[in-house]
């Protein structure tokens, strides 16, 4: 009876989490409007407290689906929900004006359950990318500002790139390999208008156009994690990881409506109902080194990189750059097993990343850095309670480009029991 409440809460936190994560909205970038999206640091709230690093996790307690062979770290009578949300803010700065704005919502739904005790299995929906930007300019030709006058230029995208994944992971003594089969999916949203001055809109035509870009495919990718003991007996170790996302070509559907609008009166330009093509998601590698000293210091260290220089977008190849990141993340813990101090169980977590995004405009690679910190409280039957906070920089203000300061506060909540256990009493 206790395990069938267990089963519909469970469901009905999935549904209810699944239905409200696609109307979520997680950025607002001026940047986002290139490539499929800005691309955040990936990951939950334990990992992201710890520069987002992902090659070398193997928590027993948690979920880690950005390496599949973590999965076998978990008990085989056991089972793991978690759930995340993040909220944060910007300020963006040009040379000589600044703004800022916030966005918040559902980030991740994820279960993870043994099959035995060498075979582990992963089931989630997550983020990948999202768009969120409204741009407004301003006609600075002196020979239309004094023939025609003032044009308003405006250009506004959202949408975003999900992935749900199911995974798998093999354990043989000290080495585990796994996979995800991922679904992405999402759409797209790019509208642009010119407005001309209201005193000329007899003689000129307003103009807007729409593309919208729906996204639906699988890809692969392939883990493998190894760990070389020091002294087993005290637990120290080093831990090796790495993951090889798979080159995919995502199918995607564009649709294209453009309108103009003289006097008040609009008439349809054109109308595209699907144009069918594909969207590279280029191979992706990452590596990672880790050592861990008596469960109490965990140290690691990551580098990924990913060609996105020869990516296709729907036929047309964009002006992308190659991206590179670097991460370093440490946990300590005082004593996990202390029953007098609770505060000698929590997880202590910090970190960092730099990276060369995939983003270039003019010339100017767009790059990002940060430093993070963060919690973990553990609560009974080794559920947990993780919060982290980001805060970094993207972007220059340089040859009339963007700086964006960010600051970005995630939280999960791991849910952990042996769910398999036959009770003897209800």
């Known amino acids: 009876m206790q395990n069938i409440k267990k089963t519909f809460l469970t469901s009905a936190l999935v549904i209810a989490s699944i239905f409200a994560y696609t109307q ?29 690093i992902s090659q070398t996790i193997r928590n027993p307690f948690g979920i880690n689906y950005l390496n599949p062979a973590s999965y076998t770290a978990q008990d085989s009578m056991s089972f793991i929900l ?43 929906i997550v983020p990948y990318s ?34 749900a994944f199911i995974g798998n992971a093999f354990k043989l003594k000290n080495l585990s390999v796994g996979f995800n089969l991922s679904y992405f999916f999402g759409s797209l949203d790019y509208i642009n208008e010119i407005v001309y001055p209201l005193d000329k809109q007899s003689s000129y035509a307003n103009f807007k156009e729409r593309n919208s870009i729906v ?22 170790y080093f831990q090796f990881g790495a993951t090889l996302d798979n080159e995919s070509s995502i199918r995607a559907k564009r649709k294209y409506f453009a309108q103009s609008e003289l006097a008040g009166s609009a008439d349809t330009v054109s109308f595209k109902d699907s144009t069918y093509g594909h969207i590279t998601f280029p ?43 670097y991460r370093f993340g440490v946990e300590y813990t005082p004593n996990r097993n202390d029953l007098k101090s609770y505060f000698k169980r929590v997880n202590y977590r910090f970190g960092s990343h730099y990276t060369n995004s995939y983003i270039k405009i003019n010339d100017d690679q767009i790059n990002e850095y940060g430093v993070s910190a963060g919690m973990g409280f553990p609560f009974r039957n080794n559920t947990k ?34 769910w398999f256990i036959k009770r003897k009493y209800n």
Do not use: C
């Open 24 to 52: 979520s909205v997680n950025t607002y970038s001026p940047y986002s409007r290139y490539g499929v999206g800005q691309i955040p640091t990936r990951g939950f709230a334990a990992t992201k407290a710890m520069g987002g």
């Open 82 to 124: 978690d759930f995340g949300m993040e909220t944060g803010g910007t300020k963006y700065e040009t040379l000589d004006q600044s703004a800022t704005n916030g966005s918040g919502g559902i980030h991740h739904i994820a279960i993870s359950f043994p099959m035995t005790k060498w075979w582990g299995a992963s089931i989630g």
């Open 130 to 163: 999202h768009v969120g930007y409204k741009i407004k300019n301003y006609e600075t030709d002196p020979i239309l500002l004094s023939s025609i006058g003032r044009i308003k230029y405006y250009h506004s995208g959202e949408g975003g790139i999900n992935q």
């Open 215 to 236: 996204i639906g495919d699988v890809a692969l990718s392939v883990g493998a994690q190894y760990t070389l003991f020091v002294n087993k007996q005290d637990n120290n």
């Open 283 to 325: 191979r992706n590698i990452s590596v990672g080194a880790a050592y861990n000293y008596k469960n109490k210091i965990f140290t690691s260290i990551e580098y990924s990189t990913q060609n996105w220089s020869n990516s296709m977008f729907l036929g047309t190849k964009q002006p992308l750059s190659n991206s590179q990141t």
């Open 385 to 418: 309670f993780n919060v982290s906070f980001e805060l970094g920089r993207r972007g220059t203000t340089n040859n009339n480009l963007v700086r964006e300061t960010y600051g970005l506060f995630s939280l999960s909540l791991t849910f952990y029991d042996f």
